[in-house]
């Protein structure tokens, strides 16, 4: 149940996520990622293309009703909407971020699903600090559309950050899949 004001007790303060209305363009998320080791700075969520958005998460950060849809891949923190009554789709996924690639038909039906959503409005995909779960999603949705993986790639690192896919069991896979896979 989605409710426009949420509270939490945190460090024992009350705590009214409605007003953590953080800078969707200009705040970011820093540190090194597990796999690779690569240190990152990018911002919460990054528009790729059209109505496909990429990022991490900060947990009861308002979205400000910027998305029809969210797919999250990181259960352990969410976003607050914003504007729940404009939120079409949410679906939340638990995906490691490991050197094993998740389960293939998983990775396929979430991408298929990025997909649909897109088509019907703004579509965030996010885990935690946007790098590697959500890139390998949202990489296979533009595979899937017909992009190239290689050029999927360099999308992302270009409008996310060069450390996206810092994950190189996810670029693996996802490098040998033909252009246009689909399963």
Same mark, same amino acid.
């Given at each position: 149940?989605?409710?426009?004001?949420?509270? #939490?007790?945190?460090?024992?303060? &009350?705590?009214?996520?409605? #007003?953590?209305?953080? %800078?969707?363009?200009?705040?970011?998320?820093?540190?090194?990622?597990?796999?690779?080791? +690569?240190?990152?700075?990018?911002?919460?969520?990054?528009?790729?293309?059209?109505?496909?958005?990429?990022?991490?998460?900060?947990?009861?950060?308002?979205?400000?009703?910027?998305?029809?849809?969210?797919?999250?891949?990181? *259960?352990?923190?969410?976003?607050?909407?914003?504007?729940?009554?404009?939120? %079409?789709?949410? !679906?939340?996924?638990?995906?490691?971020?490991?050197? #094993? !690639?998740?389960?293939?038909? #998983?990775?396929?039906?979430?991408?298929?699903?990025?997909?649909?959503?897109?088509?019907?409005?703004? +579509?965030?995909?996010?885990?935690?600090?946007?790098?590697?779960?959500?890139?390998?999603? +949202?990489?296979?949705?533009?595979?899937?559309?017909? &992009?190239? *993986? +290689?050029?999927?790639?360099?999308?992302?690192?270009?409008?996310?950050?060069?450390?996206?896919?810092?994950?190189?069991?996810?670029?693996?896979?996802?490098?040998?899949?033909?252009?246009?896979?689909?399963?």
């Amino acid at each position: 149940i989605l409710h426009a004001l949420c509270w #939490q007790r945190l460090n024992n303060f &009350m705590v009214d996520f409605e #007003q953590l209305l953080a %800078d969707l363009d200009t705040h970011h998320i820093e540190g090194i990622a597990r796999e690779g080791r +690569t240190p990152f700075s990018v911002p919460l969520i990054s528009h790729v293309k059209d109505n496909l958005w990429q990022g991490g998460c900060v947990g009861g950060v308002s979205l400000q009703g910027r998305f029809r849809h969210i797919i999250s891949l990181y *259960p352990w923190e969410r976003y607050n909407p914003g504007g729940a009554e404009l939120l %079409d789709s949410f !679906v939340e996924v638990v995906l490691y971020d490991g050197p #094993q !690639v998740p389960d293939e038909n #998983q990775l396929y039906s979430l991408a298929k699903w990025v997909n649909i959503c897109k088509q019907h409005g703004p +579509t965030l995909v996010h885990c935690q600090a946007g790098l590697n779960r959500s890139a390998l999603v +949202t990489t296979l949705s533009l595979v899937l559309d017909g &992009m190239a *993986p +290689t050029e999927a790639i360099a999308l992302l690192r270009a409008y996310r950050s060069p450390a996206v896919l810092c994950n190189k069991a996810f670029e693996k896979w996802l490098l040998a899949l033909p252009q246009g896979s689909s399963k």
